[in-house]
C-alpha cells in the first residue's frame, strides 16, 4: 500500500496535522452553510477584465440565474442596480479607489420578480505584491426583511401621526427631559403658536409661570410613578382666555422599564363645567323663590320686598361687590330705592348711571332683557349686571349688580339674571295684589266702623 506523505515527502503523515486540516475542511462547510443560511452573498471585480464574479447566494437573493448576466460591470450596474441607487454606487465606488475600503450602503436591486429587494453592500480593495490594485471584493447581504419591517413601521407611523392631527383634543409627547417632541395641530391651534415654537421646548417656554409649575410638577410626579396620571387644572388659550381642562397623561417606558417621556391629552371641559355651575345656580334660585313665596304675605313695604329678595339672590350671585336697586318716577327721575352699602356721594352715583346709554330713555327700547356694563369709568366700579324690572309694561326699576373688577360677569350671570328678572315681576305683581286687597280691605274695616 502506498504511504500519504505531508508536505514534506520524506516524512510520515502527521496525525495531529491531519486532525487540523480535517477540522480546516469541517469548518470551511460550516461556514458555507451559515453563508447559505443568512444569504450572504460574496461578489468580486476585476478591475482590469472589468468582469464580475458572484456566488450562488447573490443569484438567490435576487431571483435571478447566471444566464440572466454577462457578468461585465457596466451591465451588472444598469440591469442590476435600481436606477435611483446608481449614483450612489458610483460614490462608493470612488471612495474606495480612494481610501481603499468600500463603504457600507444599503442598495435597492432589481430582482426577477420585480418585487422590492434591498441588500447591504461592503468591500476592500485588493492589491498586489507591487501595491497596485488589482480586484475589489466584497459581501452582499440580504436585508429586505428589515426594509419591509421598516416600511410596515413608516406607514404605521404615518397613520399614527394622520390620526393624531384629525383628533380635535391637543395631544403632545415630551421626552424625559421635559422637551415637547410632538404635538398636533389642535395643541399648536389652542396655543396659536407654530411648531418651531414648540418642539425642544419645556412647559415654561410656552406656558404661564402659575400654570406651567403646576403642569411641571405633575409631570415630575408621573415619570417618578410611573403608570397614567389624570387631573383637572387651567389653561391659557391663544386668545387669552383660561379654559377649564382635564390632562390625562401617561408614562412612555423602555423594554426594561425605564421612563423615555410621557405622552398626554388635553380635554376642555369648559362648556362642561359653565353647564354644571348654571344648572347650580339656578336650583339655588328656585329654592330661593320657593322660599320668598311662603313668605310674601310678610312683606310690608316696596323696599322690605327688595331688601329681603335681593339679600338672599346675592348668596348666589356672591361675586357681585354691591347691589343697587334704582327706580324711576312717573317724571323720569331716578332715585335709589335700596342698596347693599353705603353711598358717601349720591349724586356722582345717580349721574355714573345715567349717563350710561342703558338708562336713557330713548335707548330702553329692545333694551327689556339683562345685560352686561363692561369698563365703567368715573367711578370704582368697573362693570355692572343690570336687571330691568317692569311693572304694567312700563320699566319701573333697575337692579344693578355691581363688581370692581371688569369683565367679572358671564354669560351664567346672564341666565341667572334673566331668570331673576321673570320670576321677580312676577312675585311684584302678586306682592302688590296682595297689598291692593289689603288696603281694600282695610278701608272696608274703617267704613264699617265708621
Not at 115 to 128: E, K, T
Not at 165 to 193: R, S
Not at 220 to 234: D, I, N, P, T
Not at 280 to 295: D, G, P, Q, T, V
Request: proline share 3%; glycine share 4%; with cysteine.
Amino acid at each position: 500500500m502506498k504511504k500519504k506523505y505531508t508536505s514534506n515527502p520524506n516524512c510520515e503523515s502527521d496525525p495531529v496535522l491531519t486532525d487540523l486540516l480535517k477540522e480546516k475542511s469541517e469548518l470551511s462547510e460550516t461556514l458555507k452553510y451559515a453563508i447559505k443560511i443568512i444569504k450572504l452573498g460574496i461578489w468580486e471585480w476585476d478591475l482590469a477584465t472589468n468582469q464580475v464574479t458572484l456566488s450562488d447566494e447573490v443569484f438567490e437573493i435576487t431571483g435571478c440565474t447566471r444566464t440572466d448576466f454577462n457578468y461585465d460591470f457596466d451591465h451588472i450596474f444598469t440591469t442590476f442596480i435600481h436606477p435611483q441607487f446608481q449614483e450612489l454606487l458610483e460614490t462608493s465606488i470612488a471612495i474606495a479607489l480612494k481610501t481603499g475600503v468600500v463603504p457600507q450602503e444599503d442598495y435597492r436591486v432589481l430582482s426577477a420578480t420585480n418585487a422590492p429587494c434591498w441588500v447591504r453592500v461592503n468591500g476592500r480593495i485588493i492589491y498586489d505584491d507591487q501595491g497596485h490594485k488589482i480586484k475589489m471584493m466584497g459581501t452582499m447581504l440580504d436585508v429586505t426583511n428589515d426594509y419591509s419591517a421598516k416600511t410596515e413601521l413608516s406607514r404605521y407611523l404615518n397613520f399614527f401621526e394622520s390620526l393624531m392631527e384629525a383628533l380635535p383634543c391637543p395631544i403632545f409627547y415630551k421626552d424625559k427631559a421635559g422637551l415637547y417632541k410632538f404635538c398636533n395641530a389642535a395643541f399648536l391651534e389652542y396655543l396659536g403658536m407654530n411648531k418651531e415654537d414648540v418642539i425642544n421646548k419645556n412647559v415654561f417656554e410656552i406656558s404661564p409661570e402659575p400654570l406651567a409649575d403646576i403642569y411641571y410638577k405633575a409631570d415630575l410626579e408621573l415619570m417618578a410613578q410611573r403608570g397614567h396620571q389624570v387631573y383637572e387644572s387651567k389653561a391659557k388659550y391663544a386668545d387669552g382666555s383660561y379654559h377649564d381642562v382635564i390632562f390625562s397623561k401617561a408614562a412612555h417606558l423602555d423594554e426594561n422599564g425605564d421612563i423615555l417621556g410621557l405622552v398626554g391629552i388635553i380635554q376642555d371641559i369648559t362648556e362642561n363645567k359653565l353647564a354644571e355651575k348654571k344648572e347650580k345656580i339656578l336650583l339655588e334660585i328656585r329654592s330661593i323663590f320657593r322660599h320668598i313665596h311662603a313668605i310674601i304675605a310678610n312683606f310690608e313695604t316696596e323696599i322690605d320686598f327688595f331688601n329681603k329678595i335681593l339679600k338672599e339672590v346675592l348668596s348666589v350671585l356672591s361675586h357681585s361687590d354691591e347691589f343697587v336697586v334704582l327706580k324711576f318716577d312717573d317724571s323720569e327721575n331716578l332715585s335709589i330705592l335700596t342698596n347693599t352699602h353705603p353711598i358717601e356721594d349720591k349724586s356722582t352715583l345717580l349721574t355714573t348711571k345715567y349717563d350710561a346709554l342703558f338708562l336713557r330713555k330713548e335707548n330702553r327700547v329692545g333694551s327689556s332683557n339683562p345685560y352686561i356694563i363692561n369698563d365703567i369709568e368715573n367711578s370704582k366700579l368697573r362693570s355692572s349686571l343690570i336687571i330691568p324690572l317692569y311693572f304694567n309694561s312700563e320699566l319701573k326699576w333697575l337692579i344693578s349688580l355691581d363688581s370692581y373688577q371688569t369683565r367679572l360677569f358671564d354669560s351664567i350671570d346672564l341666565t341667572a339674571a334673566k331668570f331673576i328678572q321673570e320670576e321677580l315681576t312676577c312675585f311684584y305683581q302678586i306682592f302688590d295684589l296682595m297689598r291692593t286687597n289689603l288696603k281694600l280691605s282695610q278701608a272696608n274695616k274703617n267704613r264699617d266702623r265708621g
